[in-house]
């Protein structure tokens, strides 16, 4: 049979063996159909071939290219050739695609992938060194091949250290690729890109041309930290708590208002929830840490007194009388209070659940020196609050006065 394949020009070095072959750059350059096509044509190209896709979490089918494997198959015309079932697909002569998350392997488990002829890596810049590790000497059949596919987030990831580093394989073909590279750039991404573009200068390198994630010279906090000990499930908790920092106005343009949900596990480190930061009235606010504080089962709400006096307690209790609040007051600079929360970071004792972009982009961007952001970071600020009350120890001995605790109690409260 002939199988015509149009292939943009970008991809081309890579249509020859190599053991290695990666492509890294920005959204909508056509990386994901490139590779689906390419392991299409190779199941039918070598029949018996078997090809697995990881990812570094795959929480269902739905997060992997299962669909668009498929959709390949459809849109090829080779549909009798290949058997689709639920979990996995069959290819002729007896191979198989498969679709599997890193994270869920051992040491052990790894070694049913050692038959495979290739191992497709998609959003290869989330996998971890552990998984990178278990999955480049498993892959070992006579001409196995290990694919990437990714959007680059910071040069120390382990994909970027081990295909774009000082020494990489000698085997590997990498391309940069973008959308400009991409004959079939949808109007539907261009409209994105250009909103993009207009809107969000600072993140656009980022998001549409490859480039590394924005990070302030002298960042208090490591992106390589956060991706390092994200989690995708909250552990079990032993406690939770809402924090806030309400912005002084709420007239538009004025800052938002921070509102984190942040947590000590029973594991004894810290767990960022949720980011429900806001721009609004101060009843949206107070409306919105209160259904937090619902939602996490939290214990109480953290919040700074500072700029509000009692106006910040009095508005969360219009909404519910009886409340733990915890007003904390700031008597140091900024920066200054995010210093130990950033030092337990990079001891490796505190993980987001999930991905918090904008919250994470105002952390890379506070430096010793100050915020080097736009506006205020209010994002990091309820988050500081919140865990400087979770680990209260690493503010000893600093001049700060001890937090002002109100419990109200009575019937119906949180006492019970
Ligand atoms: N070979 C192709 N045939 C048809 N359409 C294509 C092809 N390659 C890319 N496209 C079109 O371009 C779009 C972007 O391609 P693709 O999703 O592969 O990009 P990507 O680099 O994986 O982007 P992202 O980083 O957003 O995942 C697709 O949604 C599709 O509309
Ligand atoms: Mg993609």
């Known amino acids: 049979m002939t199988l015509s394949i149009a292939t943009p020009r970008v991809f081309a070095p890579l249509l020859k063996p190599s053991r290695y072959k990666g492509v890294w750059g920005g959204r909508g350059s056509g990386k994901s159909h490139f590779f689906a096509e390419a392991v299409v044509e190779k199941c039918l190209m070598q029949p018996g071939t078997r090809v697995v896709c990881v990812r570094e979490v795959q929480k269902s089918l739905k997060d992997s290219v299962k669909r668009l494997i498929e959709d390949k198959i459809e849109a090829l015309g080779v549909g009798d050739r290949f058997n689709v079932k639920s979990a996995e697909i069959g290819t002729p002569g007896g191979g198989v695609i498969v679709f599997q998350g890193l994270q869920d ?166 767990y960022l929830l949720a980011d429900y930061t806001l721009r609004g009235t101060p009843l949206q606010w107070a409306g919105r840490a209160v259904a937090a504080l619902d939602e996490f089962g939290a214990d109480a709400i953290v919040i700074e007194r500072n700029q509000g006096g009692d106006m910040c307690a009095q508005t969360l209790r219009t909404i519910r009388p009886h409340l733990r609040i ?48 736009e506006g205020s970071p209010d994002r990091v600020d309820a988050l500081v609050w919140g865990f400087t009350e979770l680990f209260p120890t690493i503010n000893r001995g600093a001049a700060k006065p001890p937090p002002r605790v109100e419990r109200v109690g009575g019937a119906g409260s949180w006492m019970g």
Not at 150 to 167: E, K, S, V, Y
Request: hydrophobic share 40%.
């Open 326 to 373: 915890i007003e904390v007051v700031a008597t140091r600079g900024k920066h200054v209070r995010a210093e130990p929360i950033a030092a337990l970071y990079s001891l490796d004792r505190i993980s987001h659940v999930g991905t918090f972009q904008r919250l994470e982009d105002q952390m890379c961007q506070m430096t010793a020196g100050g915020y080097e952001g």
């Open 105 to 270: 392997h051992t040491a052990e488990s790894v070694k049913s992938l050692e038959g495979f002829n290739v191992a497709w890596a998609e959003e290869a810049q989330s996998l971890s060194a552990r998984s990178l590790e278990l999955l480049r000497p498993t892959i070992r059949a006579p001409g196995s091949e290990i694919w990437a596919s990714w959007n680059p987030r910071n040069a120390a990831d382990p994909i970027d250290q081990l295909l774009r580093g000082i020494t990489p394989p000698s085997d590997a073909i990498v391309v940069r690729a973008n959308y400009s590279d991409n004959p079939f750039f949808p109007p539907e991404l261009e409209a994105e890109r250009e909103f993009d573009q207009r809107t969000k200068p600072d993140r656009y390198g980022h998001i549409w041309l490859g480039d590394y994630e924005p990070v302030a010279i002298g960042a208090i906090w490591d992106r390589l930290v956060l991706h390092r000990n994200r989690r995708a499930e909250v552990p079990p908790m032993a406690r939770i708590l809402v924090a806030v920092d309400p912005a002084v106005s709420s007239e538009r343009g004025s800052d938002e208002h921070g509102i984190v949900v942040v947590g000590i596990g029973q594991d004894g480190r810290g």
